[in-house]
């Protein structure tokens, strides 16, 4: 898994980088302060194309704290039987981590990740297997625009990586995925959806790493010609000042909601610059903001406050 991602973040960060040439990621190698793990954050700021995209690996170890246990034993009976409230448990994760924030409104911003997490007693033997182990990930569209072909295309593309696995992978992540990226407070989605899972441990580790590798690698063909087809549209000052909004929403997300960045947030000596990497870098927040009915604004209101299929 720590080779795939690292090869799937230089093709990612090259992809981008073909949209606008003239601007290149500024590539940030870290490693942690106790030794244990690194990571490579490779980020652009205000370019033509992308006004900020981040394409970050980590690659880590550390001791599970009680909040994030607390956090685990919650969501899966399980994982509540395998990891006794007697014990400490170490962790050990490589994942990618990918959000990209167009500059045009008309071109959707996009997130992916997905990553290999192992879980073990504190202070097990050498050559110990894990306690448990899954696989997570997934990726999502939110445009601030909605065009209906771009939705389909990015929708398609990952439910042709799903069906080649397991037919019944792209129903389940998609409702998934609708499900986890809900603003509750706002009573809409952060965007349109694509997949998302996490504890997936149904099927043996290599097949899953082929899932997720195949989703990986999807991820290119899914969401750069969008950007592609759109960075060059003509866009009023309206626009924009609409992609803001919605980026604020976005914010609101990731902030209150997101399990990826309350994970980091609660590991010791983590990397904050790298966990925040997903937030825009500018937002905007109007006091009653109401699209006029009808408009394509409130077509998009109307796309994130439904559940849509978008496949045929």
Known sequence: MEAYVLDLQDRLVTALESLDPSQKFVRDRWERSDGHGYGISCVLQDGAALEKAGVNVSVISGTLTPGQLKSMRDRRAQTAELLDDSEQFDFRVAGISVVVHPRNPHAPTAHMNYRRFEVFRQNAPEGEPPVMAWFGGGADLTPSYLFQEDAEHFHQTLKDACDAHDSSYYPRFKTWCDKYFTNIHRGETRGIGGIFF???????????????????????????????RRMTMPYTQRERDWQLIRRGHYAEFNLVYDRGTKFGLMTPGARIESILMSLPLTARWEYMNEPDPDSPEDRLLRAVRTTTSWTK
């Open 198 to 228: 996490d504890d997936l441990d149904d099927k043996e580790p290599e097949q899953l790493f082929r899932f997720a590798y195949d989703a990986g690698n999807a991820f290119i063909r899914a969401y750069v010609p969008l950007v592609a």
